[in-house]
């Protein structure tokens, strides 16, 4: 039984369409990143899995039941930084909050809940900042705290959009190896949607490329190929090998820049 299985899926926002008739069988463990050009619909594709979208067509199942908003094995981290207005809470308020609810004043934990809270800050290793206010922490102590928010219920589905994002070399390998850590623990899917896939490629399954209204899943090397990637994008790409890593190249656009 795989843990998420996307049965001729399309997306569409009017008369754009952003995913066709995709099909995808994902397994317990996987770790899956989610790459395309921006505006190709990797977000999309993360809150459709999260039932907040509807698809135009197709369905998607969760451990075999058909996909309801709000599944209690699923864990989200959106793309988006937190409000303002929750920028003064510390990282360890915003979790009881996730816990409980906002209600007048903090809410009042039981005992299971409070080792719940501590357990998700060890495992992110956020000890030596949880308590500080969440707005005057780094983006990368941020993303660990917004991890920890994610992890909370022990989900077996960690969606991630753009954890990457704004953070330097350093800082995303600790966290792709965190990420990485905590799905061995929980023995989790992780589709992690991101604009590079050279940081991910030691620890990535497989991949889900989207470009044009296209998708396409498989290894690496299957997918991140010339022939591939022009079919997805409708235009000849080439793949270039540089020191261990992967560039995406518009051939037209060389062409073009060639002949001025």
Sequence with gaps: MPAIAIKNLSLAFGDRQIISHFNANIECGEFIGIFGPNGSGKSTLLKTILGLITPSQGEIYIFDKLQQQGHIEIGYMPQLRPTTSTGQLSGRARLMACLAGFRWGLPLLNKQQQAEIDWAIHLVK????????????????????????AILNKPKILLLDEPL??????????????????????NAVVLLAA????????VMDRIIYLAQGKA???????????????????????VIHHKQQLFVINRDIIEHDDHH
Aim: net charge negative; proline share 5%.
């Design 126 to 149: 956020a000890e030596s900042y949880a308590d500080r206010p969440f707005s005057q922490l780094s983006g990368g102590e941020q993303q660990r705290l917004l991890l920890a928010q």
């Design 195 to 202: 604009h590079d896939l050279n940081p991910l490629l030691q």
């Design 216 to 238: 396409a899943i498989g290894a690496v090397a299957e997918i991140v190929t010339n022939e591939k990637l022009s079919w997805l994008y409708g235009t000849p790409i080439e």
């Design 165 to 186: 994002n704004n953070l330097d070399p350093k800082h995303q390998e600790s966290l792709i190896e965190l990420v990485n850590t905590i799905r061995q623990q929980l």
